[in-house]
Nanobody
Framework: QVPLMESGGGSVESGGSLTLSCSSSEYMYYMAWFRQTPGQEREWVAAIITVDREPRYADFVKGRFVISRDNENSYTALLQMNNLEPDDTGMYYC???????????????????WGQGTQVTVSS
């Protein structure tokens, strides 16, 4: 497993913004963010494919989040989260594919490496 390093979590008030970063030391075919909110199963948030950089989002994102690859470091994926709500509180995990397993990218079994997670807390 190639370790992924996440950063950028923190505490903000409702309506605030945070940008999460996920860095890898190796090429990843695709990278994604999942999250686990209190009392819930881990759920997919967004994914980006390295080749086409086309983002994919879960419906609940509703245009509030943007996933992208860092232009300075193509091994880094960013998740810009805007207009955060208390329901967005949880642990956010970066996951990636070291090989091409294909979609759907909302499924965790399509990823074979992941990070330790970064906490996001949104207060009302």
């Amino acid at each position: 497993q190639v370790p992924l390093m996440e950063s950028g979590g923190g505490s903000v008030e409702s309506g605030g913004s945070l940008t999460l970063s996920c860095s890898s030391s190796e090429y990843m075919y695709y990278m994604a963010w999942f999250r686990q909110t209190p009392g819930q199963e881990r759920e997919w948030v967004a994914a980006i494919i390295t080749v086409d950089r086309e983002p994919r989002y879960a419906d609940f994102v509703k245009g509030r989040f943007v996933i992208s690859r860092d232009n300075e470091n193509s091994y880094t994926a960013l998740l810009q989260m805007n207009n955060l709500e208390p329901d967005d509180t949880g642990m956010y995990y970066c996951e990636a594919g070291t090989a091409w397993f294909g979609g759907p990218f909302s499924r965790e079994d399509k990823y074979d490496t992941w990070g330790q997670g970064t906490q996001v807390t949104v207060s009302s």
